[in-house]
């Protein structure tokens, strides 16, 4: 059997606990076409680079699943069918990750508070702290001496 990773998006207006029914589903789908679901994952509620029929937010699942073809092609026509679901991504590869995948770990090196306060907004080399950006202050670059106001504009010639 082949190895699948597969993401879907649900509406933002339904549940967490709707969305695992839904995953719950899905997983009963794939079990009756002679697969199985190794691991799932609910990455929560996330804001979308565009809408999606009319939604900024979904609710963002994944499952790694290890089936026959024709099983995920039923669990994607099942996907396509149900209004909750907006998009569904299945990516065939070669193996399956072990434990929390990528987006897990984001969220929680950010949950744990790694970035500095230096990282965004305040400090470092933008912002209020150090300069560079526009009126904080800081080094202006090479724009050469400025001139003296009673000089005139070097383009209109002296009356």
């Known amino acids: 059997m082949a190895l699948y990773e597969h993401v879907f998006l649900a509406r933002q207006d339904v549940t967490a606990q709707q969305v695992e029914e839904l ?11 002679g697969g199985s679901i190794t691991k799932t994952e609910y990455w929560g509620v996330k804001t979308l680079t565009y809408r999606i029929r009319k939604n900024r937010k979904a609710h ?37 990750e072990e434990g929390q995948s990528v987006m897990l770990q984001k969220r929680d090196r950010d949950d ?21 950006g526009r009126g904080f202050g800081g080094d202006r670059g090479d724009r050469g001496p400025r001139r003296d106001r009673d000089e005139a504009p070097a383009n209109q010639e002296n009356e």
């Not at 995953?23 to 076409?33: L, M, P, W």
């Not at 024709?70 to 149900?82: C, K, T």
């Not at 744990?112 to 560079?132: P, S």
Request: hydrophobic content about 40%.
């Open 60 to 96: 963002f699942s994944l499952l790694n699943i290890d089936a026959p073809a024709a099983a995920v092609a039923e669990l994607e026509r099942q996907q396509r069918i149900d209004e909750d679901v907006l998009r569904v991504l299945t990516i065939r590869v070669e193996e399956l």
């Open 112 to 132: 744990r508070g790694e970035r500095g306060f230096g990282d965004r907004g305040f400090g470092g080399d933008r912002g209020f702290g150090g300069g560079g």
């Open 23 to 33: 995953t719950a589903r899905f997983k009963g789908v794939i079990e009756a076409n």
